[in-house]
Nanobody
Framework: QVQLVESGGGLVQAGGSLKLSCAAS????????MGWYRRPPGKQREMVAT???????DYSDSVKGRFTISRDNAEKMVYLQMNSLKFEDTAVYYC????????WGQGTQVTVSS
């Protein structure tokens, strides 16, 4: 079993920054990717960024150049640094552990005021 707990969400003005953290507990040696996903109001969940075991990253076009995903394998932490936030980044952000099985956190709300 893997548990993921997100933190760091909140209210920020457009142009501001936030850093999300995801703490993983349990065995994650099988995990191929850790990722951040989001669900904007009234929309489907979408991929924001993923990071592989060796640090290979992938980003959605909407956040490239503004967001940075990173991981600390020793501490079993994954981070999402979000800069130059826009109103359309408002969403519930979820941490995910992806492999043969998927685990998801409960989500953290990010609200960007215009």
């Amino acid at each position: 079993q893997v548990q993921l707990v997100e933190s760091g969400g909140g209210l920020v003005q457009a142009g501001g920054s936030l850093k999300l953290s995801c703490a993983a507990s349990g065995s994650i040696f099988w995990v191929k990717y850790m990722g951040w996903y989001r669900r904007p109001p009234g929309k489907q969940r979408e991929m924001v960024a993923t990071i592989g075991r060796l640090g290979t990253t992938d980003y959605s076009d909407s956040v490239k150049g503004r967001f940075t995903i990173s991981r600390d394998n020793a501490e079993k932490m994954v981070y999402l640094q979000m800069n130059s936030l826009k109103f359309e980044d408002t969403a519930v952000y979820y941490c995910a552990a992806l492999g043969s099985t998927e685990y998801w956190g409960q989500g953290t709300q990010v609200t960007v005021s215009s």
